[in-house]
């Protein structure tokens, strides 16, 4: 779903510029038929479509860095991990000499008592 999503995306957003450029050429047109209500209303939601176009390259922009962040936060998690999981293999290692020095340590205080 989520590669759906990452392809039509890219597509819309081709698709609408180029749509806007149609319509940026028929303005000029538009702009020669004087009071046609036809054509006023075409140069309406031609400039209704430019503003959706410009909001749609504003958020596709403010996406891609929402993306660089999501990236970079995500390396930096994985880096964290994996120090953790090394950490706790040294605290693990550390843990097994230290048990192995006590038992050490208890054998060597019974053979003081024995003698």
């Known amino acids: 779903m989520m590669l759906y999503s990452k392809c039509n995306f890219p597509l819309l957003v081709f698709l609408v510029s180029i749509i806007a450029a149609l319509l ?61 999981a090394r950490r706790s293999v040294d605290l693990l290692q550390h843990d097994a000499r230290l048990q192995a020095h006590i038992k050490s340590a208890g054998n060597a205080d019974q053979l003081l008592q024995s003698k």
């Open 24 to 84: 940026v050429m028929a303005s000029a047109n538009a702009e020669s038929c004087g009071n046609d209500n036809c054509c006023l209303a075409l140069a309406k939601v031609m400039t209704a479509v430019i503003e959706i176009n410009a909001k749609l390259d504003e958020q596709a922009q403010e996406l891609k860095l929402l993306k660089a962040d999501i990236n970079a936060n995500l390396a930096s998690t994985t880096a964290i991990s994996t120090q953790f």
